[in-house]
């Protein structure tokens, strides 16, 4: 059974970084690419980034690139989300995704979903 737990989240104010963790299991993590992504209140759900299986290769939103940095750890099963100069707008409940080797660029992609944790910035 495939389990993607997170954690990290919190009531940060604006300007504060805060870093979100993903911990996988039941899955070959080395061969998925991770993600995140999040929804707000009111709002529909939103791709944030994600990082390939490798982590040679990750890919941003518009609004948190140059803000939002995406890793991973293969040896820990792990990925994060390290999310400096935060904003009023980023908040949400994060999600992690995963995807079997190819690309995730859109909710369509994904196979597998965490619960999510929140994030709130204040301002």
């Known amino acids: 059974q495939v389990q993607l737990v997170e954690s990290g989240g919190g009531l940060v104010q604006a300007g504060d970084s805060l870093r979100l963790s993903c911990a996988s299991s039941g899955l070959i993590f080395s061969s998925y690419s991770m993600g995140w992504f999040r929804q707000a209140p009111g709002k529909e759900r939103e791709f944030v980034g994600s990082?390939?299986?490798?982590?040679?290769?990750?890919d941003y939103s518009d609004s948190v690139k140059g803000r939002f940095t995406i890793y991973r750890d293969n040896a820990k099963n792990t990925v994060y989300l390290q999310m400096d100069s935060l904003k009023a707008e980023d908040t949400a409940v994060y999600y992690c995704v995963a995807r079997y080797r190819f690309s995730i660029k859109s909710s369509s992609d994904v196979n597998y979903w965490g619960q999510g944790t929140q994030v709130t910035v204040s301002s």
């Open positions: 990082i390939s299986w490798s982590g040679g290769r990750t």
